[in-house]
């Protein structure tokens, strides 16, 4: 409905208001950041410690008298995780697929609100139309009443098309009630879908007319449209993400390699602790293979698997 701003403003409206908005938008976010995890997992890590351990020496070691020795010690831990087999990127592209099916997710919610909102709008406009005919009814019909009961008293009608039309004023007049009643629903289901009680659906106000050329459809539209709608973007988005969780789940089952890097400062005493000699680093590469885990890594790339087998499915 172009150049209606009481649609443009209730469509505003319910994009503000509405709670499954609200819904879509939170769970947008809530996997942007297991994104933003899984991005994380791929790159080094660094930690900075300080510590000051004492340790209670026994009879048999000299100790200081009061039976303590302490150290203090500043480092910095440095661990990267090789991703030979693709393992963590896989992770990520499945993390990053979820994310853009969550976005295009929020978009369809918000597709979605504005059509109810737009159809909403379109029963409010005939329900309106409707009671237009309805009162333009109930008005012949008085008129109608008025002049039989004139011929009446004049003896040119009978009695029986007199009660016929009494009769054709009170179902008129009982049809004009239901479209009004008629006009107050629409307007009520306006207001839920605005996220407000039925109070605020008595301040709308009547739809402006539509020009039927609006409503012309193209005569050629393109198959291409249907993969463009946002469910079925949604659910490619699903299957690509299963496909890489996958990869993920089978790189598991490989040898991983690691590397730790320690460097640091210790020293007994506070006064030393920056001299060259308290300086000391240290160097770990380390390499990892699952021998037994009672199943768990088969049973883990069973169930990708089948996640996979069912996104496929939902898509098709």
């Not at 993920?248 to 007994?268: D, I, Y």
Request: glycine share 6%.
């Amino acid at each position: 409905r172009r150049g209606d701003a009481q649609l443009d403003a209730l469509t505003r409206e319910a994009m503000r208001d509405n709670p499954d908005l609200s819904v879509a938008e939170a769970r947008m976010r809530h996997a942007a950041a297991q994104t933003g995890t899984a991005a994380a997992a791929r790159l080094p890590a660094l930690d900075a410690n300080a510590s000051l351990p004492g340790t209670l020496l026994g009879g048999d070691f000299p100790r200081p008298a009061s039976g303590y020795v302490t150290a203090r010690q500043l480092n910095l831990t440095g661990a990267y995780a090789f991703d030979l087999w693709g393992g963590r990127r896989a992770a990520w592209e499945a993390a990053l697929g979820r994310q853009r099916a969550a976005e295009v997710d929020a978009r369809a919610a918000e597709l979605t609100l504005s059509t109810q909102v737009a159809q909403a709008y379109a029963e409010l406009d005939y329900a309106f139309s409707a009671h237009d005919v309805a009162q333009a009814d109930l008005e012949r019909a008085r008129k109608l009443l008025d002049l039989t009961r004139q011929r009446t008293q004049a003896g040119i009608d009978s009695l029986a098309l007199q009660r016929q039309a009494e009769s054709e004023l009170a179902g008129a007049g009982q049809k004009n009630a239901q479209t009004a009643q008629h006009v107050e629903s629409a307007r009520i289901q306006l207001a839920v879908l605005l996220g407000q009680g039925p109070d605020r659906g008595l301040s709308i106000a009547r739809p402006q007319r539509l020009d039927a050329a609006e409503l012309a459809v193209p005569e050629n539209l393109p198959t291409g449209l249907l993969g463009r709608r946002p469910d079925i973007v949604a659910a490619r988005w699903r299957v690509e993400a299963a496909r890489h969780d996958i990869d993920a789940a089978r790189a598991q089952f490989f040898p991983n390699v690691s590397l730790t890097a320690v460097l640091g400062l210790l020293s007994a005493h506070t006064t030393d602790l920056f001299d060259a000699a308290s300086r000391f680093s240290l160097a770990t590469p380390a390499v990892s293979l699952p021998l037994f885990d009672g199943g768990r890594l088969r049973a883990n790339l069973a169930g990708r698997d089948a996640e996979y087998d069912l996104a496929v499915a939902q898509y098709n």
